[in-house]
């Protein structure tokens, strides 16, 4: 193999390398600007409903219609949480609503308006894409987010969701694992999940 045949197969190389990583480098920001989209659940996990939970002391109704429930100067690590709500049967349920409430990130609730408090409807798939931050540590509770999943012309189902790794869901008397979110990581110092809500329908 002469020197000049050796040259252009490391050129080769070297731009097979770069084009591998640019297309890595792009499918990582695509996926922090895309929803983030669960896999289609097996029959396993679709067979088992999302349990309910406790709606707490704090709802409130009429929440504003929005993806984002991030107040201005809201401070916290930035969350997205992600998902879809599916039928037992892991069909996707479309325009379900789904109303969101939780503390902020210093683990205090808004409850003369609706700061880290909003509604969404899922799309024609059941997806749904919510904003926010990590919220903090309520007293005597773990970290958690309020919902309450309501189908067309069905009943709501009320729970709430929780994260795993923090130490006080041992003790939290609520706490359930089936209610843990999934995909919990660390992307661009943005914090990302999904949860599917599985209706007993």
Known sequence: MTEHELTRRRLLELGVAIVAGAEVLRAVEDADAAPLLAATPTIADADDPTPALTEGPYFKPRSPLRRSIVPGGGAGTGLTLSGRVL??????????LLDFWQADGRGVYDNGGY???GHQF????GHYRL????????PGRTRHIHVKVQPPHRSVL??????????????DGIFTPECLVHGWRTVRGRRVARFDFVLDI
């Open 87 to 96: 039928t037992t049967a892991g069909r996707p349920v479309a325009h379900a």
């Open 158 to 171: 009320t729970t709430q969701l929780f994260f795993p790794g923090i130490a006080r869901n041992r003790s």
């Open 122 to 125: 899922t799309d024609a798939k």
């Open 131 to 138: 904003l926010t931050v990590v919220p903090g540590l309520y």
């Open 115 to 117: 700061r880290f408090r």
